[in-house]
């Protein structure tokens, strides 16, 4: 008899969704997203096809040894060299430094906004905000390369500490690209904790701040981790202004202050410039990219399991 009741429910469950499903209206409707979860899938899969078949004539010619443990990039001058770490060092040199200055900024920008602007002021601050994302790259580029660097970073540190492209000044103009999805994301997690975990705090006598930090934050880690995901997704996949602010040139380094190249940087490079197809030159763009293909996927399957880690149910 106790298994009676959750068997009655499941069929009648079954029933509701055949039913539905003989409507004309939800059968079209539910056709439809089907079909766009479909086009999702196999443009995904299409996408990874047409890396990975493209990219095999370039490891024929280049070993996966020399791919994956070698750390001098040299594409496009004799000697050639194709060690895939010296991008992946450019890469994560913007990532670090522009998530550094964007991250602390975004985020407390996101905790006034939630918890202490005003519903007025929090209207007009937030769509002003999110303006910064409208702006094209190729403005926040040149923005990074003539201004940042050459009327505030070399007078400032000195003009023969500072290349005219270099890592900082990029990663400088992407943390105000990358400011909007930090705050606004964040901010719409902490918007939606409950307003009892709130009224509980201060009835415990907590002050503002402690409720902003101790209650609200962990309450509202799993949109933030995903804001923070979203923020280095977008750096990860930046290709104007590594391309026109940060240079061309492959370099395994940390250092801010240097010249660099991003993988798709060098992806930008190489479709723009005077490679001709076949040639293992033009079959490494598709090498890199199946590269960055997989290590955004992995960044966003830890992605997956860090924010289902943390998640907070409030049934």
């Given at each position: 008899?106790?298994?009676?009741?959750?068997?009655?429910?499941?069929?009648?469950?079954?029933?509701?969704?055949?039913?539905?499903?003989?409507?004309?209206?939800?059968?079209?409707?539910?056709?439809?997203?089907?079909?766009?979860?479909?086009?999702?899938?196999?443009?995904?899969?299409?996408?990874?096809?047409?890396?990975?078949?493209e990219s095999i004539p370039f490891f024929e010619?280049?070993?996966?040894?020399?791919?994956?443990?070698?750390?001098?990039?040299?594409?496009?001058?004799?000697p050639e060299a194709f060690g895939i770490w010296a991008l992946v060092a450019g890469t994560v040199n913007v990532v670090v430094w522009s998530m550094l200055f964007a991250l602390p900024m975004g985020l407390m920008a996101a905790i006034y906004l939630s918890e202490y602007a005003r519903p007025r002021a929090r209207r007009i601050l937030k769509p002003l905000l999110e303006v910064l994302a409208g702006v094209p790259t190729v403005v926040y580029a040149f923005f990074a390369l003539t201004f940042v660097t050459q009327d505030f970073l070399r007078p400032l540190l000195g003009a023969?500490?500072?290349?005219?492209?270099?890592?900082?000044?990029?990663?400088?103009?992407?943390?105000?690209?990358?400011?909007p999805t930090i705050a606004s994301v964040s901010e719409d997690a902490m918007s939606n904790v409950p307003r009892e975990l709130r009224e509980g705090a201060y009835g415990l006598g907590s002050t503002k701040l402690e409720v902003a930090f101790r209650v609200i934050f962990p309450a509202a880690l799993p949109g933030i981790i995903a804001s923070i995901i979203l923020a280095i997704?977008?750096?990860?996949?930046?290709?104007?202004?590594?391309?026109?602010?940060?240079?061309?040139?492959?370099?395994l380094t940390l250092l801010p202050l240097e010249s660099i190249q991003t993988m798709t940087g060098f992806m930008l490079q190489v479709a723009t410039g005077d490679v001709a197809r076949g040639t293992t030159q033009y079959e490494a763009l598709f090498a890199v990219g199946i590269s960055l293909?997989?290590?955004t996927f992995i960044l966003n399957f830890i992605a997956q399991l860090i924010v289902q880690r943390f998640t907070e149910r409030y049934d």
């Open positions: 008899m106790a298994l009676a009741a959750p068997q009655r429910t499941g069929d009648i469950e079954r029933q509701l969704k055949k039913r539905a499903l003989k409507h004309p209206g939800e059968l079209l409707i539910f056709v439809v997203l089907a079909a766009c979860a479909g086009i999702t899938l196999l443009t995904t899969a299409t996408i990874g096809f047409t890396l990975i078949y010619e280049v070993s996966f040894r020399e791919f994956l443990l070698t750390t001098t990039w040299q594409a496009l001058q004799a023969d500490r500072v290349p005219f492209q270099n890592s900082l000044g990029a990663s400088l103009v992407m943390a105000v690209m990358i400011l997704s977008r750096v990860i996949g930046e290709t104007m202004i590594v391309a026109v602010a940060a240079g061309s040139t492959p370099n293909f997989v290590f």
